[in-house]
């Protein structure tokens, strides 16, 4: 008795089981290349993931990609936070059964059909200018 109790608790708390096996073992389809740029929020070195920061929206609009997966192409290591790169992700995607998008739907209110996965296969550092100069301030300085 106690047993279902606690089950039922956990049930209500977080995704049933079936329902997190489903999402952990997704099957995702290759769905696009896309170049984007930002910068590096956080790099995980040891995990060889990274949350990034977009200028350009992905195509579900969202402008932040949080553990995006380091290919083994993108070297952890010489990767730098706070600077403007330009990015190579890889979107794929895997369709969740209509089990689950009906508990999404009628537990959460989370209306989810599919889930996206990202792949960072590059990171090139933008040499971006700053439009500050500091001669400028001399010169304004000189005119008054």
């Not at 990609?65 to 895997?94: C, H, P, W």
């Amino acid at each position: 008795m106690t047993r279902r109790t606690a089950k039922a608790k956990s049930d209500e708390s977080g995704l049933p089981e079936w329902a997190d096996n489903e999402l952990k073992n997704a099957v995702f389809q290759p769905l696009d290349t896309i170049n984007r740029t930002g910068y590096f929020l956080d790099i995980n070195e040891q995990n060889k993931k990274a949350d990034i920061q977009l200028y350009e929206s992905l195509p579900d609009g969202r402008t932040i990609v949080e553990e995006i997966e380091l290919t083994d192409n993108v070297r952890a290591q010489e990767l730098m936070k706070g600077f403007v790169y330009e990015y190579k992700i890889k979107i794929s995607k895997a369709r969740l059964s209509s089990q689950l998008s009906e508990l999404l739907k009628t537990r959460y209110q989370i209306d989810m059909e599919e889930i996206f996965k990202f792949d960072l296969e590059s990171a090139v550092m933008m040499d971006v200018e700053s439009d500050y100069n500091p001669n400028n301030i001399d010169e304004e300085e000189d005119e008054v």
